[in-house]
């Protein structure tokens, strides 16, 4: 039997064994290992079994995955970013729609001590979801604008994502990193524009004024916020100015974030705990997903199917903007039913080729996924992060609500992908194509 047919009767099984909600990594090693032994024997695929998970998980830069989801479990679990929330309202306090302004913000700066969509979405839920319906926000539209501020977690530096594409696709990971902070700002500004037009096309949904009472004075609302805006200085300074590299950085941040919740007493002895273990948890289920996506590497390049389909779409002879608006489609199905690392890891192997015959810039296609990732993040059926916010508010709305909350700010997020295509410059991103 051929290698190419091999190769696609494995990705046919893959999407199978997806459908049956068999779990990603179970998936993905399944097809890779018996893809190579049915090409090139037992083996081989012992070879490549006992071989891979080391080769991967002994990369030096995925040192930093543990220590960003460590610091941004921390952070949550003290509460230590909890101020954020209250520095926003103290500065677009006489804004209309200044809550949700506020959330947007505070997202966007938790998101710098994170490094998780998840965890942002969590944390800015419980703090602001309660104000903004006490303060007279239609509920949906509150869930909403939180499940999509969250999104941004992954989009500003540390990125938890950006930093598992670069040692995929071989990339710099602070270009990454500085690469996605102007989508990220975008992305805040794009939200913050929905927020101002609906405070006057739909006032009863968004308040246009907010109790002055329970503003707090912006200087005390910036000491409570000087622990982040330290860690955050400290983490960016310390990498962009060369003191230390993008892996160390995550060590930098998990200890400054943990000194600091120890020194202040925010967190307890079961606190730390729980931190450490929903690190190990959630840091094992990612690494055996990457582990998965390594082998399928492998085996595409094995059984040349990687290249035979870059053959293939080459032959259509598309141009870059028809490649990536197909590949815009694509990603908006996956999302509809896979998280991002899945949706990620299991596409990266076949695209790769593909974006290097377009001659597509990686940097550039990193920020792109990314983006692209996170829209699946709030796309329904399989929405995390608006699971995440019904989770948080319990019987205040129903999911579907919080669906219909989230409707105007995809818009905005499409309306980004599609700068991000057209005019990459206006994102201080390289131009691909």
């Known amino acids: 039997m051929s290698g190419i047919l091999v190769g696609s009767i494995a990705i046919a099984s893959l999407l199978a064994l997806l459908a049956w909600r068999v779990p990603v990594a179970l998936s993905l090693i399944l097809v890779s290992f018996l893809g190579v032994w049915a090409t090139f024997g037992l083996t081989p695929a012992w070879g490549i079994?006992?071989?891979?998970?080391?080769?991967?998980v002994a990369s030096w830069t995925l040192t930093s995955v543990p220590m960003f989801v460590l610091m941004g479990y921390i952070s949550f679990h003290s509460g230590i970013t909890s101020g954020l929330f209250r520095l926003a309202k103290a500065l677009f306090s006489r804004m209309p729609g200044s809550l949700a302004i506020s959330s947007t913000f505070a997202c966007t700066g938790f998101a710098a001590v994170c490094g998780s969509s998840v965890a942002c979405a969590a944390a800015m839920g419980k703090i602001a979801i309660p104000e903004m319906v006490k303060s007279g926000y239609d509920r949906n539209f509150a869930c909403g604008s939180i499940a999509a501020g969250g999104t941004i977690g992954a989009l500003i530096p540390p990125s938890i994502l950006m930093i598992i594409y670069g040692v995929i696709a071989q990339v710099s990971i602070i270009s990454l990193f500085l690469a996605g902070i102007g989508v990220g700002v975008a992305t805040a500004i794009g939200y913050i524009l929905v927020i101002l037009a609906l405070s006057w096309v739909k006032?009863?949904?968004?308040?246009r004024s907010l109790d002055r009472s329970d503003v707090p004075p912006l200087g005390k609302a910036l000491m409570e916020t000087g622990p982040v805006l330290f860690i955050m200085a400290g983490i960016f300074g310390g990498m962009f100015g060369g003191?230390?590299?993008?892996?160390?950085?995550?060590?930098?941040?998990?200890?400054?974030?943990?000194?600091?919740?120890?020194?202040?007493?925010?967190?307890?002895?079961?606190?730390i705990l729980e931190s450490l273990s929903d690190t190990v948890s959630t840091c094992g289920s990612l690494l055996l997903v990457g582990v998965g996506a390594a082998m399928l590497t492998k085996m595409l390049s094995m059984t040349g199917l990687g290249l035979y389909i870059s053959q293939i779409i080459g032959a259509f002879n598309f141009d870059y903007w028809q490649l990536m608006l197909m590949i815009v489609?694509?990603?908006?199905?996956?999302g509809m039913f896979l998280d991002p690392f899945g949706a990620m890891l299991i596409t990266l192997p076949v695209f790769l080729p593909i974006l290097h015959h377009y001659h597509v810039d990686l940097i550039f296609f990193g920020v792109f996924l990314v983006k692209m990732l996170e829209i699946g993040m709030i796309t329904p059926p399989v929405g995390i992060n608006v699971y995440v916010i019904k989770s948080v508010v319990g019987d205040l709305t129903s999911l579907n609500g919080v669906f219909k909350g989230i409707g105007m700010f995809f818009v905005t997020d499409i309306l980004v992908i599609g700068g991000l295509i057209f005019f990459p410059s206006l994102f201080f991103l390289p131009v691909s194509g």
């Open 49 to 56: 079994l006992k071989s891979t998970p080391y080769d991967f």
């Open 329 to 334: 489609a694509i990603y908006l199905v996956l």
């Open 203 to 207: 006032p009863e949904w968004v308040p």
């Open 243 to 271: 003191i230390f590299t993008a892996t160390e950085a995550g060590a930098v941040g998990a200890a400054l974030s943990l000194g600091y919740a120890v020194i202040s007493r925010r967190i307890n002895r079961r606190q």
